[in-house]
């Protein structure tokens, strides 16, 4: 099985800063790219950032020079910087990531972490 484990939600000021982690583990062969969605209250869940295992990124317009996406291969985490935060990003973040489990390629598949919460407001 493969776990997805993320950390650093809260609560925070507009303008302020946080930076979420999350972690895989569990029988991981290889991973691929990972990434970072978010759902507000009412919405559809929605790409926030991706990356490769190259280090290629992919960001929403709407956190293009605020957020910075990250990866540490040797520990399967990914990471987001979130800078500059306002109220409209309050929301549930998730991440994921694309695992291939074991040594055949049907094991890989796309997993998802519990979500954590960030809420910008003063």
């Known amino acids: 099985q493969v776990q997805l484990v993320e950390s650093g939600g809260g609560l925070v000021q507009p303008g302020g800063s946080l930076r979420l982690s999350c972690a895989a583990s569990?029988?991981?062969?290889?991973?691929?790219?990972m990434g970072w969605y978010r759902q507000a209250p009412g919405k559809e869940r929605e790409l926030v950032a991706t990356?490769?295992?190259?280090?290629?990124?992919n960001y929403a317009d709407s956190v293009k020079g605020r957020f910075t996406i990250s990866r540490d291969n040797a520990k399967n985490t990914v990471y987001l910087q979130m800078n500059s935060l306002k109220p409209e990003d309050t929301a549930v973040y998730y991440c994921?990531?694309?695992?291939?489990?074991?040594?055949?390629?049907?094991?890989?598949?796309?997993?998802w972490g519990q979500g954590t919460q960030v809420t910008v407001s003063s």
């Open positions: 994921n990531a694309d695992i291939q489990r074991t040594y055949y390629y049907s094991s890989r598949r796309a997993y």
């Open positions: 990356i490769t295992t190259g280090g290629s990124t």
């Open positions: 569990g029988s991981i062969f290889s991973s691929y790219a």
